[in-house]
């Protein structure tokens, strides 16, 4: 035995029987260094050990090496994970990175777990992007910063590393995906079990959605094989669950009507399902020509091209990073990216040429000796010993980076009191306690904040539990909304009966912002083009708005309208529009010492900074983003206690030009507009002191305010209605828990690699 043999790992990652590559990947890579390096294989008490990252808790039924399960949209597991890794005999942590495997913008929850761990780290990067977002490249560079060793399995990805995200490479280490070890011979024996003895069989494997471009496979296809009737084409895979969510089995179907056009049904074989481990090496072995007509240029790697080269496959590819550097020194051909008549020039030099596909899978075979699992498990084990080492000279660079910066700790995301008040309808305005009052009905403002809230829930989690709630919302905006002049009707009874025949400006300003949110947050293609239809509808009337409060409701509306329409002119002229009448109120009220739009603060006051700030950034004008940044500073400062608590404008009274500031009926909707505004100042100035001033607003809702009350009802997840001066008012209604909701989600986007601030 060596000295890796007494190193107990975990490895984190999805994990079988959920279906993704993630999942086969963690398990071949359990399984392999659990009996190639330890002798034995998994099992209750052995040295390899899974933490399971699951996207739907409770549904998968885990081997017994499973020691611990997150729930990927729940912060308190990832926490919990790291408390029983720093106090079990863990020697190392084996972490599987691809963005989406972890919640949050950019999977920033799983750095709730790596912030508190205490053990040596290797990661492995299953996704290296060369044009990352700010937030990829930040969580990637962290990932990086905190991890011992950093494993890529293409040499394209160390480059990218160093270029993109200035990553060192000397903890940088290349381990090819693992493969199992299929034996290369005839083909004929395993063609004959799956029924088509004496063809030609070309394979394509995995899961099946529109970026593995069959269509030109079967384009391809049906130029060879009138002088190769014989070929028979196997795509074997069950659909992608994300495509198959969005659009059932329509791509596949389209393949299918594809082959009857260009009658070439009879040479294509769909093979729907998941196929286990033993089915896939027949598979492999019967296959005499393996293709990969990818479209992702940029894909770096590729579990079933890995498994095609090494189980000695006569290969056709585009030629995405991957395939260039695995196919080199002649073990493949690649062909160009989209096109079929290039394909079909690779599938006729090969057909015709027995002694070139046989040159061309032994090269493939010989090569893929070096990326077989028990290879592979074997160089695992030896990183994961360098990982140790390397830890221990680490541990004084960890221990100061984490007394500088400290990431905070917030509550998960609960939907429950959202629900609660939520019917068929849309969200009923008031409660009674935590109960909802059907007597006060229901209004667009609140439907459209709502709305906001849901997308913004699908977009961080994919919580397929929002999506009713979402479309009821969306279609209570629909039924509010009024063709004829493109105004929205505002206050509706519990029986459905309009009580007004047009609503407030405030109304017209807050559905348009929640439309444009959905537009560039939309779960569907159908939600996506309603809310786009409804909004163009809704914005010919924002000429006629009178009250600056709707047009930076507007403008909040219009700047995530056009993320999704860059190209819309007369969009981004009305939003200039309304930033220009904004500064034109400005220069009539505003003073040095009173720097506001009227002579009164009353509600929802930041909006108005936050919309001439993201205005500013849109148009490219500094002058309105610096405006937006002085009102901002100006709102912050007048709102801030004695000990630097929020201390929001109340109800009671507002805040006069000449008198006094309303300290009471503080309203759980002028912290979440805070938020929003810091938000927007931070991402346009980059200053870390917004950051800052979001954890002091958010703090407002759990107890740091003038009553030290916490204002979230932890038993309903609601939020109470006001803090008034003898404690809380005790009513849980909507405008409080989407104002809690929105304000707790935004900083759940909100943190990423970098932390944020304490003090």
Known sequence: MTAQNDCPVALIGSYVPRRCGIATFTHHLASAVSQAVHGEPLSEDGKVSIVAMTDRAGEYSYGCEVRVEINQYRREDYRNAAEILNTSRIGVVSLQHEYGLYAGEAGAYLFELLDRLRKPLVSTLHTVLSEPSPQQREAMQWICRRSSTVVVMAERAKTILKEVYDIPLDRVRLIYHGVP??????????????????????LTFGLLGPGKAIEVMLEALGQVVPDHPDVAYVILGATHPGVRRESGEQYRLSLERQAAELGIHNNVLFHNRYVSDSDLREYLQAADIYATPYRGKEQITSGTLAYAVAAGQAIISTPYWHAQELLSGGRGRLANFDDANDFADALRVLLGNPEER?????????FGREMIWPTVAKRYATVFEEAKDTFASM???LIAERKGLLRVSLPDVHLDHLFTMSDDTGILQHAIYMTPDRR??????????????????????????????LI??????????MPDSGRFRNFMSYDRRWLE???????QGRALWALGYLISHAPNESTGRLARDLFRGAVVGVSSLEWPRAWALSILGLHYYLRAEPDDAAARDTLAGLAARLESRFA???????????????????????????AGVDLGKQELVDRGIRVLEWLVDVQSAEDGHLSVIGMEGWYKKSGERAKYDQQALEPAALIGACK???????????????????????????????????RSFGCYDGLEKDGVNENQGAESVLSWLLSLLIMHEMQTGDALEIG
């Open 395 to 397: 541990a004084g660079e």
């Open 680 to 714: 927007a100042a931070y991402r346009a100035s980059g200053e870390r002191k917004w950051l800052t001033e979001m954890r002091r607003c958010f703090e407002w809702y759990i107890g740091k305010n003038d009553n030290g009350q916490s204002m979230v009802d932890f």
């Open 440 to 469: 006060h009905g229901y209004c667009t403002d609140d439907n459209a904040r709502a709305l906001i809230v849901a997308a913004m829930a699908w977009s961080l989690f994919q919580d397929e539990r929002v999506l009713p709630k």
């Open 472 to 481: 009821t919302y969306l279609s209570f905006l629909h039924f509010a909304h």
């Open 181 to 202: 070890d299929v034996p290369s011979g005839d083909t004929e024996p395993f063609k004959q079990r799956l029924g088509l003895g004496g063809r030609t069989m070309i």
């Open 358 to 366: 046989a040159r061309m899978r032994k090269a493939a075979y010989d």
């Open 588 to 614: 009539e009220h505003a003073t040095e010492e009173w720097p506001w739009f009227e002579d009164i603060v009353t509600y929802d006051n930041a909006r108005v900074p936050q919309a001439l700030i993201i």
């Open 501 to 507: 025949n047009d609503g407030s400006d405030d109304c």
